[in-house]
């Protein structure tokens, strides 16, 4: 059975509250992470959120996924677990990959803590945390994503002018990656335990890598 946990989020910074895990030892630790992010929305292709500009209507749900090749929290290992984040009307949920040790599951957690309070626009007032088996694989023509019993997405690149070749976005606004590779989903379909969901195909997907640390500005 999934365990799950709430993170409540007060005042405008949204600062977070938790009870300090085994791996804080009573304070934050230093953490790296790098690998690939694999994401998809409710929006048409491009999603505007992507330039800084409107969604394509007037909400943008989505599932995000970090596949951390490569990472740790203070001494703790990270390397080859998951992390994603559903994003629906009725929350924010970030499912810790099941195969973490509770140590790991609780830096896994410190790190979405810290991610959503340095998000650029308003969180709902609770995010939420639980256990899920994930998948994420990653290829030549696209990705796919799968949280079990929660949804996932599978997405092909777009190909750019030269017929070969998928579009690449330098520079986006939405996801702090080096090079934003564009996609459009086969399917998207996303239900949480508090009334999120949605099911939609032809949406928009973006796949890039990050290489982030709890001092990077910005991550999504």
């Not at 998928?166 to 934003?180: F, G, K, Q």
Request: net charge positive; glycine share 10%; hydrophobic share 40%.
């Amino acid at each position: 059975m999934a365990k799950c946990v709430t993170l409540i989020l007060l005042g405008t910074l949204g600062i977070p509250v938790l009870l300090l895990s085994a791996a804080t030892q009573g304070k934050q630790s230093h953490w790296e992470i790098q690998g690939e992010l694999s994401e998809a929305c409710t929006c048409s292709v491009p999603c505007g959120c992507n330039f800084r500009s409107r969604a394509s209507h007037p909400y943008c749900w989505s599932i995000a996924s970090l596949n951390i090749q490569k990472g740790h929290y203070g001494r703790v290992k990270l390397n080859g677990l998951h992390l994603v984040r559903g994003h629906g009307e009725k929350a924010i949920v970030w499912y810790i990959d099941d195969r973490a040790t509770p140590v790991q599951a609780a830096a896994l957690q410190e790190i979405a803590a810290h991610i959503s309070a340095a998000l650029r626009w308003r969180l709902p007032p609770f995010i939420h945390f639980e256990t899920a088996h994930i998948t994420q694989v990653t290829g030549k023509h696209g990705a796919e994503v799968s949280i079990a019993g929660r949804g996932g997405f599978k997405a092909e690149y777009l190909t750019g002018g030269d017929g070969k070749n998928p579009i690449v976005v330098e520079n986006m606004t939405a996801w702090n990656v080096r090079h934003d590779i564009k996609g459009r989903t086969q399917r998207l379909h996303y239900k949480d335990q508090f009334g999120s969901a949605f099911d939609r195909a032809n949406t928009n997907a973006n796949e890039g890598k990050f290489d982030w640390t709890d001092r990077t500005k910005w991550y999504l």
